[in-house]
């Protein structure tokens, strides 16, 4: 099928990892916005798959499953989208499972850090804007901070305490980028270097980067992310036909408030380039 015309977004969040819409939410906001093909992608989980794909369903858009998961590779952090998959599989569930682990752990020690630097009870704010305990990340902290006052705007938050290595910020050690990609491929699916553009690696490690991620049986990149500059996504159509990757187009949706870009509300990938869709519609 010729799917050059479709609008295809393969990259958002629920409130089953940072986002603020129930993933039947999610859906049918990319359903009205005109997404034809869909993929709910939340931080090392797949816990809202079920639904996500029944409510997709129900309003006639074509579900793919997704996840994004937490890698650290040199020393920063990398996500890697998985597309495609068995949600079931076992593998894929205790290493999603092992991933998340020690989130709540390192939100104590963000809530720590941030009383430290006085702003107490942040630990105990952010846990109010969860919606599945065992994901709670730094974008709840961020909202927790904006509706305290501390700061007007969840990006501000990011800038001034809980970027890499800023003060609010507690480093993780995530899955390594083999595990993820043969959890992904052990499951039946395609694995794809989300927003390449957010990372702060030199020439050298990204190329790096690529060369072990192809290594490793991973097929695609992010070009056309809602976390890219136009600058970023020609940048990323080149390195895609570099490394002889596929493209991926996803919105990285996470709610109304905090995300620059919205469901299907993106440019169409470069023509030239085979997209990670190819052979699955
Ligand atoms: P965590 O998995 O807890 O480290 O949180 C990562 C999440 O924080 C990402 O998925 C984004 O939703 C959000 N995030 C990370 N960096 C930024 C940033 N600079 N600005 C806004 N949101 C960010
Ligand atoms: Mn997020
Ligand atoms: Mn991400
Ligand atoms: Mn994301």
Redesign the pocket.
């Known amino acids: 099928m010729d799917t050059a015309l479709l609008n295809i977004d393969l990259h958002c969040?629920s409130t089953v990892?940072?986002g603020q819409l129930l993933p039947a939410d999610v859906a049918r906001r990319a359903h009205d916005n005109g997404v034809d093909v869909w993929a709910l992608t939340d931080?090392d989980e797949v816990g809202g798959q079920a639904e996500a794909g029944r409510t997709a369903r129900e309003v006639g858009m074509r579900f793919i499953t997704g996840v994004?998961i937490?890698v650290t590779w040199a020393g920063q952090?990398v996500?890697i989208v998985g597309l495609n998959f068995d949600p079931a599989d076992a593998v894929l569930n205790d290493g999603l499972r092992a991933t998340r682990a020690g989130?709540g752990e390192r939100a104590r020690r963000m809530g720590e850090r941030l009383a430290a630097l006085g702003i107490p009870g942040a630990y105990e704010g952010a846990l109010t804007f969860v919606g599945n305990p065992e994901l709670?990340?730094?974008?709840h902290f961020?909202r927790y901070l904006v509706a305290a006052g501390y700061c007007s705007n969840?990006?501000t938050v990011?800038?001034k305490y809980?970027?890499?290595g800023g003060p609010g910020h507690e480093p993780?050690q995530w899955a390594t980028l083999e595990q993820a990609v043969s959890w992904i491929r052990g499951a039946g699916g395609r694995a794809v270097v989300a927003h390449p553009g957010?990372y702060k690696y030199t020439p050298t490690q990204f190329y790096a980067l690529f060369d072990e991620f192809i290594q490793l049986g991973g097929e695609g990149v992010e070009v056309v992310t809602g976390s890219h500059s136009p600058e970023d996504a020609r940048k990323y159509a080149g390195e895609a036909r570099r490394y002889g990757l596929l493209a991926s187009r996803g919105s990285?949706f996470?709610s109304e408030r905090?995300s620059r870009v919205d469901l299907g509300m993106l440019p169409m990938l470069p023509p030239d380039l085979r997209p990670v869709w190819h052979d699955w519609l």
């Open positions: 969040h990892s940072d931080h994004e937490s952090t996500h989130r709670i990340s730094r974008t961020a969840v990006q990011f800038d809980l970027h890499d993780m957010r990285d996470h905090d």
